[in-house]
């Protein structure tokens, strides 16, 4: 839908995750097997991936000042039982907050990997720049980049020209 660049780091993931649903056409990108490993999910996660990502929208349309588009199950709710791991490097002394693996990178479920970059997005002050767009049939996430953060849609070129030209006609 956007011509916007991706969400910087881990963000990036919740992005992506959002978007996998195309509230015009209907089109859910987690209903094929490519859209599903894109996430590491299986057909029985589906359930619990739909329900993430639509709190996640609800998340990020808050960060733009708009309603729940629907009743959600809170996003804490969801990731309050994702173990995020504090991880030091021993040479530099650097730090990195991550998912908390219980086996192999690859196998660590999909509400922790989120936490972690919603965490990660929290200490470098950006995760309230990751929002949903105003139209109600769009809804499509993005990472306000404008100088103020004050950014409402997903793109100024279509559904910023739609609501433009829908405010100019009911006047």
């Avoid at 733009?64 to 969801?78: C, E, F, N, Q, S």
């Avoid at 767009?133 to 409402?152: K, L, M, V």
Wanted: hydrophobic share 45%.
């Amino acid at each position: 839908m956007s011509e916007r660049s991706p969400a910087p780091g881990g963000l990036e993931l919740v992005e992506a995750l959002v978007n996998t649903l195309d509230l015009e056409s209907g089109t859910d990108a987690l209903d094929t097997a490519q859209g599903r490993a894109r996430f590491g999910l299986a057909e029985e996660d589906l359930p619990r991936a739909r329900e993430l990502r639509e709190s996640l929208r609800v998340a990020l349309l808050a960060h733009a000042g708009h309603p729940p588009h629907r009743a959600v199950t809170p996003l804490g709710d969801l990731l309050a039982a994702a173990p995020l791991l504090v991880r030091v490097d021993a040479t530099d002394g650097s730090a990195t907050l991550g998912a908390a693996a219980r086996g192999a990178a690859d196998e660590v479920p999909l509400p922790s990997r989120v936490a972690a970059a919603i965490a990660q997005a929290l200490v470098e002050g950006t995760w309230t720049r990751l929002k949903a767009c105003e139209a109600a049939d769009c809804h499509w996430a993005y990472y306000d980049r404008s100088p103020a953060g004050r950014g409402r849609w997903c793109s100024m070129q279509v559904c910023g020209a739609r609501a433009k030209m829908r405010r100019y006609r009911a006047k």
